[in-house]
């Protein structure tokens, strides 16, 4: 039997809605970039569309997010300050949800708001955004899963 670890941890923003304003190209852009490189210590790579939806606005090579794959030690820190310095900054956070484990034995987390992060001064970001935080992990179920996210100090829901 293998041990269970942490393979990856995915960081993804969407910018799609913004990308119709103005200023997108020469404001917004460039400020979640910078942003999101300070609270992931990595450059973020563009995520592009593979094909257009008329409904959408969205033709095929736009861009539609950002995204950034931390492994080894930038994992290891970005972990540490997630749980221990930003999930105990966010408002009314009482653990998260065992259901956000998914069948392959992932746990994504949802972050409203960026400035959560110590890297990140409010009154210096021009806009706020929002992302997903994805840790995965070699675990074979959902049940496995949810046993080693307890073990590494992840803060899950306890029923009441």
């Given at each position: 039997?293998?041990?269970?670890?942490?393979?990856?941890?995915?960081?993804?923003t969407g910018v799609g809605q913004q990308r119709l304003s103005s200023q997108f190209d020469s404001s917004f852009l460039p400020e979640v970039t910078k942003e999101l490189a300070l609270i992931t210590g990595q450059k973020p790579t563009q995520c592009l569309a593979k094909q257009s939806i008329a409904g959408f606005k969205l033709r095929a090579g736009n861009l539609v997010g950002l995204k950034v794959t931390l492994r080894g030690k930038r994992m290891q820190d970005f972990l540490y300050r997630m749980v221990n310095v930003a999930l105990?900054?966010?408002?009314?956070?009482?653990?998260?949800?065992?259901?956000?484990?998914?069948?392959?034995?992932?746990?994504?987390?949802?972050?409203?708001?960026?400035?959560?992060?110590?890297?990140?001064?409010?009154?210096?970001?021009?806009?706020?955004?929002?992302?997903?935080?994805?840790?995965?992990?070699?675990?074979?179920?959902?049940?496995?899963?949810?046993?080693?996210?307890?073990?590494?100090?992840?803060?899950?829901?306890?029923?009441?």
């Open positions: 039997m293998r041990s269970k670890n942490l393979e990856k941890i995915v960081i993804a105990p900054r966010v408002r009314d956070f009482r653990g998260i949800n065992p259901k956000q484990i998914d069948g392959e034995g992932n746990l994504t987390i949802g972050v409203r708001d960026h400035s959560v992060f110590p890297e990140i001064i409010p009154e210096d970001s021009k806009h706020d955004f929002g992302f997903q935080v994805t840790l995965v992990s070699n675990a074979s179920d959902p049940g496995e899963a949810l046993e080693f996210f307890k073990e590494i100090g992840i803060p899950l829901m306890t029923k009441k």
